[in-house]
Every structure is written in C-alpha cells, then in structure tokens.
C-alpha cells in the first residue's frame, strides 16, 4: 500500500483505515484521520488520528499502514457570509489557543441513567431507613439476602440545601458496573481546535528515574519540539535540552523537594503545598508537564488563583513527584480540584484515589463539602467514579441498628460525612443503580454483588490517608491581600 500512498497526494483531512498496532489485542484497521504529513528521509510519514478514540493514541505511520481503497478526500466546509460578506468564522491560532493558559480543568462525562425514571435531589432528600430483608425485584427468586434503604413517609421530609453544583482511572475491581473501553474516548469532539494543537509536540520526557511518553501537545518553547528527549530537573520541574545542561543545573540546583509547605508525611508519602503566585515558575513548569497527560485543559500562565498540592515519595535522593492535584484559592462553585494527576509511571498502584481522598480531607478540615471541575477526563471520571462508589458503600455498610430500630441515614448527613457534594452522592446512587422504586417509595438496595464486590475492592486498597497525619491550616482568601 506504500506505492498507492505515493502516486495519490494524501492531504491533511484526509480519512482512511489505518492499520493500527494493538499490543494486547489483534491488529485492527479503524477509521482515521490525517491531521498533517511530513518527509524524513525520502519517507513520508502521516500523523494520524483514530477516530472515536482517545487523542493519545495518535501517532506518525507509514503509507504501507494505509489502506488507499477507501480513501476518503475532506468535504469543503460551507462558509457562512455575515451581514459583510465575510466568513463568520476566522482562523484559530497556537497563541490564541495555547497562550491563553496554564492550570488545567479535569474534563468528563456525566455518569448515564439506566433504567426507570430517576428521583430529583429533592426527592431523595428523606431520611433512609436501613435493614436487612429477602432480595426484592426478581420474582420468584430467593437468593440470599440484600440490604435496603427505605425513605420513610413524606412527612420526615427535610429541607435540602442550596449549593452550585469533575485519571488514574485505575481500580476496576470496585464492584461497580464495569468501566468504558480505555481506547475509546469519552470526551466532545475537538477537531474544530487548532491543527497545531492537536498533534504531539513531545517525543520522550525524561524526569528523574522515568522516561515519560506525552500522550497530548503541551506548550513548550517551540525549539524543544524537535529534541528527541526533553529533559525535567525532577525537584524544580525546569526544562533544559541536553544530558549535559541538566547535569550543569543538577550542580546548582538545592531543592530535593517541591517548594511549598510539606503538610502532610505518613511513611514515604508526602503532601507539599504551593502557592501559584509565590512559587510562578514552579507552578508553570508543572502545568507545561501536566498538559502532556491531560488533554481538555486550558492553560492559564497566571497561576497566581491557584494551590498546588503536590504528592511525593521520599528515598535517600529526595521526595520524587507522583502525581498533583490543583485547587482555586476561591470558588464560586464549590470546586476542591481544577485539575487532578497521576503521572503514568504510578499509575494503577492507588496513587490516584489518594490524590482524591486528600482533596477531601482538605475539604473536610475546611468545613466545606466540594466537587471537581467538570467535565472530567474518561481517566479521571474512572477515578472519581471509583472514589465515591467506595467511600459512600462504606458508609452505607457501616451502619449499625439503633436500639433495635432499623439505623436511618439522610442524603444530607452522607455528604457531610464524607464532603462529597450532595449532586455528587445522588449520581453515584444512580450510576451503582442502587435507587429503585419499591411500593410507592423510592429505595436503596445493596446487592449480594455489589457488597462483595466492594468487600474486595477495598481489601486491595492498601494506600490511605490518615487525618493525624495532616497539618493544615485554611487561609481566608477573600482577603485579597493574602494573594
């Protein structure tokens, strides 16, 4: 197929099957698209982008791995006049994409309804009653038992609270529905951004001990672009082109650790809290990292409104990044997480759900309930789906009778538990598929399944954090002096 994609001139939109080279499965031929060519040695190289999967699999092939049979030329798009005559729409452009930002909003996807028509948040704000009973909804069958919340009649209604309303995708086995396909992707379409952005600028990141492979563009200085590695002094993030440089700035570099405040230490797991505006350079060098693994972001070069909060692992060497999460100073919407990662080398070890759950202990010590920004990545909707189905499944399976009454919980006093937001509680009810409507009365029924499947999740979950072990003191910054 290599002659066929020479004598026909494959132009940027371009689609066509593209051969694409799966290591856990068989090869497959999915749709792509061309997003540019270039020559490297009389060799056309194509970079392509699959269509319907994640952006971070794209990648430069050959033509033989082209299937020119059913090459598909791109449509003219329509242009619509204005009332000058001119095109309504203008070109983007990398500045104007790109240079807009530098701190990144976690993308994502609202978990889907199944089933029945689901209760509002007001209508599950009743008290819930709980108690072990014959499993319900399956006729004629007695196969053990499951346990049910029941809300009690309307007149214990309480009154709800008002309030504003989301990668490491890494656990699977929580006893929940099973996770979207990981090739596939979850998010909106981007095609309408820049060509430029749209490609890996990246080839090898090599920080510390790891070599990173960027799955998306991150803004580097253009002429880091061409290098065939780049390296990340591992404590202050800086960028250099060369062994040789790193080396020289390893000689005059002090910091073993990120800047900040350590505020939190249990065994070789440290917490280091940043300030964006006192620590600029730092918290711009972990944005530019960060964008190479998170795609919807916006990067915003005024890191100024923003903390950092920075997970490391301690050995002789130094406290070695892990992963980070960002918060706002402020937030009108109640967010506890701007954007949330795990770097690739820890992921699927648990490091992802302790990022999580220390976001919600600082909520916690804040007296506040909080969200992540939405949308959420396909990862880190994972995650936090993950997350949630664990720490509310605690909370319902710990419950205890009450002088021989059945034990009774509101919607209101899980999320205070637990500083999930209430709209966060009720859509991991509905997505676990636990809300059911039993004899005029909405329920909650916890499966045989789901119980298990929880049990065992949690037997696997070794990393947690400890609240003794945080040192943490919130600042008022509504004080605008304190930025």
Known sequence: MADNASSVEIVEGCRLPVLRKNQE???????????????????????????????RLDE???????????????????????????????????????????????????????????????????????EMTETLFKPGVNNGTARRLIPPQPGRKRKANCGGTDEDSQDSSDGIPSAPRMTGSLVSDRSHDDIVTR???IECIELGRHRLKPWYFSPYPQELTTLPILYLCEFCLKYLKSLKCLQRHLTKCNLRHPPGNEIYRKGTISFFEIDGRKNKNY????????KCFLDHKTLYYDTDPFLFYVMTEYDSKGFHIVGYFSKEKESTEDYNVACILTLPPYQRRGYGKLLIEFSYELSKVEGKTGTPEKPLSDLGLLSYRSYWSQTILEILMDLKPDNGERPQITINEISEITSVKKEDVISTLQYLNLINYYKGQYILTLSEDIVDGHERAMQKRHLRIDPKCLHFTPKDWSKRGKW
């Not at 698209?33 to 269509?51: A, G």
């Not at 009332?83 to 452009?93: Q, T, V």
């Not at 807009?100 to 029945?116: C, E, F, I, M």
């Open 60 to 130: 430069w092939v050959t033509g033989d791995r082209l299937d020119m049979k059913k090459l598909q030329f791109p449509k003219k798009e329509a242009k619509t006049p204005t009332k000058n005559g001119l095109s309504g729409s203008r070109p983007s452009s990398p500045e104007r994409e790109v240079r807009k930002s530098l701190d990144l909003n976690v993308q994502s996807t609202t978990a889907p309804s199944r089933g029945k028509t689901l209760p509002t948040p007001v209508q599950l704000e009743l008290t819930l009653f709980f």
């Open 199 to 201: 490609m890996k600028n």
């Open 25 to 55: 499965h068989e090869d497959e031929w999915p749709l792509a698209e061309i997003l540019s060519v270039k020559e490297v040695s009389s060799r056309k190289l194509f970079y392509v982008h699959y269509i319907d999967f994640n952006k």
């Open 283 to 290: 918290s711009q060098n972990l944005c530019l990292l960060a």
